[in-house]
């Protein structure tokens, strides 16, 4: 891709007909997932819309003059007008491709994309999932000189990327914030040489060949396939919940808190996630109101106890929400009172959502053995009933799933595959 600075923005982009431009950083781990995708698919639409790029830091003016606030952030220009909304962060193949309809006819894109020649790509062991179990897995495998190949649909960091601070964590004197640890494992594991597919679309997979597709055009075929995939946040499953999921009910704390400076909120949850998180959101809501199901929490007792000496904080046990609406600025929760059947209508500015987790296994076919709960079983190898398919970290069948326990299933799977693997 040809890079540019800001002198030869004028001509290069301003008078140069269609362009994309990507303004990237170093030491930006989500350019350097980006950066090989737009290479590719300059390959492919190279001819009608030029592909360029420009240091964001060295060229400050005109990233501050475009109002460019981070990397990788990807514009799409017409004659220096942008023709359609900008791309940032973990930015997938698909998604430029879905913005290049603005620089191109729909039909011309799709010719293209058609005849695309699928690639086959082999590996030792394809990790499905970069959060802490795949990244420990992808360590100790690329450490043992095992091909290692790390997919994830989102970037790398898993569940932990969004906790706000990480206090139980060995090996740390004071709480980290869960973004810097699970970038410093990510980082970790990459020095090694462990091979990241990040930000892609996983579009199928079979755990009996062993063969991963990707982007719809890469199948990555490996010996061994570890599943490491996680969860995601429970919905709660009432009216309301999908129509204003993002646009004023969160399920990150660390992502969202920050626009609730001085507003009210409820929490719905009870446990670890709820009252922890609830504890940071109160550093800047002036009120938050937290509706759990039972008479007690279930958060550990170091929690409870900062959530109930916590002024901001104040309970609603025993209720359930029941439905969420929307008045102008203000969400509305319709609570109902368990004992006494009673609805109450709390109006506040946001929601947030912590009610436990699922496990994220869409894409698998219904031959893995699971536990009643819908986790994986495996053996002690953490190996599963698909003889070479392991699971390790949430996504597994276990009492307990924390970071430190996640870690151990990804070292326990990849050392086990180690003796199996003989290069
Ligand atoms: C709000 C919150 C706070 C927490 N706080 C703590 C804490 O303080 N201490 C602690 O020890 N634990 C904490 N946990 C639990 C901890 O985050 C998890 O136990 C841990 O992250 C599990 O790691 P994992 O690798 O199994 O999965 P995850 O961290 O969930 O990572 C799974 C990865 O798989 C990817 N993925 C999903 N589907 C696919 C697919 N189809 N193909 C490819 N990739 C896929 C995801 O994008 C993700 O990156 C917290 C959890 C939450 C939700």
Avoid at 45 to 71: H, P, T, Y
Avoid at 87 to 116: A, F, P, Y
Avoid at 360 to 383: C, R, V
Wanted: proline share 4%; aromatic share 8%.
């Amino acid at each position: 891709m040809k890079e540019i600075t800001a002198s030869e923005f004028e001509a290069e982009v301003v008078k140069g007909g269609k362009v994309l431009l990507d303004f990237y950083s170093t030491e930006c781990p989500p350019c350097e997932a980006i950066a090989p995708k737009l290479e590719g698919l300059e390959k492919l639409f190279g001819e009608e819309v030029k592909f360029m790029k420009i240091f964001r830091q060295g060229n400050r003016d005109l990233s501050d003059k475009l109002a460019v606030k981070g990397s990788p952030t990807l514009l799409f220009l017409e004659d220096g007008k942008e023709v359609c909304g900008r791309l940032s962060g973990g930015v997938k193949r698909s998604e430029v491709v879905r913005e290049l309809r603005h620089l191109m006819d729909k039909k011309d894109i799709q010719t293209i994309m058609d005849s695309v020649e699928p690639t086959v790509t082999h590996t030792d062991v394809a990790i499905l999932g970069a959060g802490p179990g795949g990244l420990t897995a992808g360590l100790y495998l690329c450490q043992a000189k095992i091909d290692t190949t790390l997919i994830d649909i989102a970037l790398p960091g898993g569940n932990v990327s969004t906790t706000h601070m990480v206090s139980n964590y060995p090996g740390f004197i004071d709480p980290q914030p869960g973004y810097l640890l699970s970038h410093n494992m990510s980082e970790q594991t990459k020095k090694c040489g462990t091979t990241y597919k990040v930000a892609v679309d996983v579009t199928q997979v079979d755990l009996d060949k062993k063969e991963i597709v990707i982007d719809e055009f890469e199948t990555i075929k490996a010996k061994k396939i570890i599943i490491a995939t996680g969860t995601s946040p429970n919905r709660i499953g009432i009216p309301g919940e999908l129509e204003y999921k993002g646009n004023g009910i969160s399920y990150c704390a660390t992502c969202d808190a920050k626009y609730f400076h001085d507003k009210e909120v409820v929490v719905i949850g009870g446990g670890n996630s709820a009252i922890e998180e609830a504890d940071f959101i109160s550093k800047f809501a002036s009120k938050i109101t937290i509706i759990h199901q039972f008479d007690k929490l279930q958060a550990n007792k170091v929690a409870q106890e900062k959530a109930f000496n916590n002024p901001k904080i104040e309970f609603k046990f025993e209720h359930e929400p029941r439905a969420f609406k929307k008045e102008g600025d203000k969400m509305v929760v319709e609570v109902e009172d368990l004992k006494t059947k009673k609805v109450e209508t709390l109006k506040i500015d946001g929601i947030f959502v912590f009610t436990g987790q699922k496990p994220n296994l869409d894409l698998f076919d219904n031959a893995l053995d699971l536990d009643q709960w819908g986790y994986i079983k495996t053996n002690e190898d953490m190996e599963t009933n698909i003889e070479g398919v392991y699971a390790v970290g949430d996504v597994g069948s276990k009492k307990y799933r924390q970071i430190t326990t996640a870690i151990a299933d990804g070292t326990i799977a990849a050392i086990a595959i180690t003796k199996e693997i003989d290069n």
